[in-house]
């Protein structure tokens, strides 16, 4: 008696096309700093380009106010929610009304904080519409880093660069770092002249996202030991742990009262004007405030020296290498699991 057998594999008939060479898989070479300085060029650009479209568009339309561009029905609705009674807007510092135009130098946030921090630039309708658009660019190239960094750390481990215990504190922060850098996306759901507690607190995540990736690099390459011959400042793994900790350590304190201040706002813990920034935020300083001082920075740290890091580590480091192989058994010619014959005595 013969019996037949089917397999729960997927089968396809022979080939009508040539094989290729690679047939059997290929690779995909990736140099994962250069993931994160792509992450920071789409982040600049979407600066940018919300600053084009908050001069040319935005500016026009909140100096023109009600009765200009924008219909009468939106009278003291909107970004034109500011009037002497504070029904909607908790101060009228500026001195305005409902539907009266304002110049960008009297935004919300700058009445809210102290200061026109970046996320102005894509505060009021236009910008805030239109960049959305691009925004995504930045958004998957840093949670795409945060994946292929870790990845990266774990090939280090597996050939003994790293220690176990800095490998499960990557793993978990890659975590919280992930979830914190998608969260970021908040400033385009809440409107900052709206709902400014909710709408900060999409700004506090990233921050905290951007604190971790500077904590897990650091440890990462004082760990290793990786060091640099090439760079004259970083041809040791001593000067490389040096420099580590001198930019680790003062973005650190920074990035601490960034980070307490923001959530200062997010929490309401301001007594007069919950959403408002701290006391301390407003104090003049250097022809500014110490708020604005604070951001500036912040954004060094946090936005421009990490895009020098990112080319030095993307030039001179090891790519990681990314195998693709398709099934060993890709026809039913090479299988004889779905037909075979099963002879008894």
């Not at 990490?306 to 195998?323: F, L, S």
């Amino acid at each position: 008696m013969t019996t037949t057998t089917t397999t729960k594999k997927t089968l396809f008939p022979a080939p009508s096309c040539t094989p290729l060479p690679d047939k059997d898989g290929f690779q995909v070479s990736i140099r994962v700093d250069y993931v994160r300085l792509a992450a920071y060029f789409f982040f600049w650009t979407f600066v940018i380009l919300a600053w084009f479209l908050r001069k040319t568009m935005d500016e026009p339309m909140l100096a023109a106010g009600v009765g200009g561009i924008e219909p009468a029905a939106r009278q003291g609705c909107g970004p034109f929610n500011r009037d002497n009674d504070t029904t909607y807007w908790a101060t009228n510092d500026f001195d305005l009304s409902y539907g009266k135009g304002f110049t960008f130098e009297q935004n919300h946030l700058t009445e809210a904080f102290g200061f026109p921090n970046v996320c102005t630039n894509w505060d009021y309708d236009y910008s805030r519409t239109w960049s959305n658009y691009y925004f995504p660019l930045f958004e998957y190239f840093v949670v795409t880093y945060i994946m292929l960094n870790t990845i990266q750390d774990y090939v280090l481990y597996k050939k003994g660069h790293i220690q176990k215990w800095v490998m499960h504190l990557d793993i978990f922060l890659t975590v919280v770092c992930m979830f914190c850098a998608i969260l970021f996306r908040g400033i385009f759901v809440y409107r900052a002249y709206e709902q400014t507690r909710h709408h900060t607190f999409g700004f506090l995540t990233l921050q905290i996202a951007l604190m971790i990736i500077a904590i897990q690099n650091t440890i990462t390459v004082i760990n290793s030991r990786q060091y640099y011959p090439p760079i004259k400042l970083l041809d040791t793994p001593e000067k490389v742990s040096r420099l580590a900790k001198w930019y680790l350590f003062p973005n650190l304190i920074i990035s601490a009262v960034k980070i307490f201040a923001t959530f200062y706002i997010v929490a309401g813990l301001n007594p007069d004007h919950p959403g408002y920034g701290p006391l301390f935020y407003r104090r003049p300083m250097f022809g500014m405030v110490f708020g604005q001082i604070i951001d500036f920075i912040w954004m060094v740290f946090n936005a421009g020296l990490p895009a020098v890091i990112a080319y030095i580590r993307g030039k001179y480091e090891d790519p990681i290498v990314i195998t693709f192989t398709p099934p060993k058994c890709e026809t039913n010619a090479c299988t004889t699991s779905e037909s075979t014959p099963l002879n008894r005595p």
